[in-house]
């Protein structure tokens, strides 16, 4: 099976496939199970090396900041570079803007807090940051019940799950990329870990079998396979989660295969990989239209993944890598 850092670098892949594609529908699901593995993995930091600290909160909020904002502020920098030569009448139109739109572009920019939709978000990708933030937030608070009561966290998750079904029912767009949406997903992974809840290899088999038959269904069936292409349907926000509680077995089984340092550097490079390339589609979009052909499209594609590739590896190396240096340095001097 799925090592765990190649697991996040395939969805990772996932999401920039659909982004290209625009009909390979499984971004939504990716994303997801983006959440579900954090889950897991904040629960075991929290509790193996956060709640050891004198500090706890301090160290824990600060870390999670340190491993986000460096990474994010290199690719707005050149993100921004990027839009300014390819539609600078992006940043002109910012003036036309009013007081609460102008606050919430910085608020999306430069904190990364701040609504998908508005007009002048650079890393698109970054509403998933948001969402993620949002959970580091409380997620001491969920860790406090757990101890108190762990059956607490499964009525929790119940009724996030609600939340959710409510939130797509009324079809909020309010709600549509909060964490009140994606919270079930994330406590998903909080009870993997807590319960080491673990899955049979014929579970794994039958997990992975039923996901390629649920997925191949909706490319088979025309009408639910335009249903899939809008994004913002209902109908795929659905679908999408009932893949990701399809894949439970295989994908959250990934965090007990043992790891190494090349599956830790697949792992490292899935966050950096997910924010570079979104720059890249900048330019792509622009000059791939509907009635591009097939072999244009190949090659755009191509340099697209080499270009995205070239600038990931050098952010990896020469902002990740010394940031994440000095992070763990700083974590491990806390008392």
């Avoid at 790891?259 to 979009?285: N, Q």
């Amino acid at each position: 099976m799925l090592k765990p850092g190649l697991t996040r670098f395939i969805l990772a892949l996932i999401v920039i496939i659909y982004h290209l594609s625009e009909t390979f529908y499984l971004g939504k699901f990716a994303v997801g199970c983006f959440f579900m593995l954090s889950g897991y993995w904040i629960a075991l930091m929290y509790e193996k090396k956060y709640s050891k600290k004198e500090n706890t909160l301090k160290v824990f909020y600060i870390s999670r900041l340190l491993r986000i904002f460096p990474v994010f502020y290199a690719f707005s920098v050149i993100g921004a570079l990027v839009v300014a030569i390819v539609y600078p009448d992006m940043f002109i139109s910012f003036h036309s803007l009013s007081l609460m739109e102008k606050g919430n572009v910085v608020l999306a920019n430069l904190f990364i807090f701040g609504s998908p939709d508005q007009k002048l978000r650079i890393l698109g990708p970054a509403w998933s940051l948001s969402v993620e933030l949002q959970f580091y937030l409380i997620y001491p608070f969920v860790a406090f019940i757990v101890r108190k009561n762990k059956q607490l966290l499964i009525a929790a998750t119940v009724f996030f799950f609600l939340v959710f079904l409510w939130i797509v029912y009324y079809d909020s767009a309010a709600f549509e990329f909060s964490s009140l949406t994606y919270m079930f997903l994330f406590l998903i992974g909080v009870i993997v870990y807590f319960y080491q809840i673990k899955f049979s290899n014929h579970s794994k088999i039958i997990s992975l079998i039923l996901f390629i038959a649920a997925f191949a269904i909706q490319f088979m069936v025309p009408s639910l396979k335009v249903l899939c292409l809008n994004g913002h349907s209902t109908y795929y926000t659905l679908m999408s989660i009932a893949l990701i509680l399809i894949s439970i077995p295989f994908v959250i089984s990934s965090v007990y295969n043992p790891t190494s340092d090349r599956d830790k550097y697949w792992g490292e490079m899935s966050f950096i990989v997910y924010l570079c390339h979104w720059i890249w589609l900048i330019p792509y979009y622009k000059y791939i239209s509907s009635g591009t052909s097939f072999v244009t499209k190949c090659s755009y594609a191509l340099i697209f993944t080499v270009v995205t590739s070239i600038f990931s590896v050098l952010v990896y190396k020469f902002v990740d890598r010394k940031s994440e240096h000095w992070r763990h340095a700083w974590v491990n001097n806390q008392a």
